[in-house]
């Protein structure tokens, strides 16, 4: 019983249970590159903000959080955020440094400028259903 409750305590602290996956899908671009993308939803509510059209700085709030796995095998987490594109899902890190762009069968992964002040599009790619780099 003590080992059971040391383990659960060992997941909480390592942040094990707070992300549930739901869903994974594959994106592949022209090149045949491969991103793969867990959806799912985080035990805690997750708090951003943005810009509304009038100026005022407003919070959203979302347990909704994606793992992207790029295809050179880094990864990042991004949770959902206000989305400026109208259509679609929009996922941001908590650095600000990533965002995810999912639309229907299509993503896009977008990558912030060097001087903070843009982001710029890395990947874009529609879904596959092909294995993952080095599975096959």
Known sequence: MRLAAFAAIFALLAG?????PLQSSLFTDEDGNIVAVDYGRDMKEHESTFVAPNGKEMTMRSHLKVKVTLP????FLAWECMNPLQT??????????????????????????EDKSD???VYNGVICQGPKKGEF
Do not use: H
């Open 119 to 121: 982001y710029l599009e």
């Open 88 to 113: 679609g899902t929009m996922y941001r890190t908590n650095n600000g440094e990533w965002m995810f762009y999912a639309n229907g069968i299509t993503c896009a992964v977008f990558l912030r400028t």
């Open 72 to 75: 050179d095998g880094d990864s």
């Open 16 to 20: 094990c249970t707070s992300f549930t």
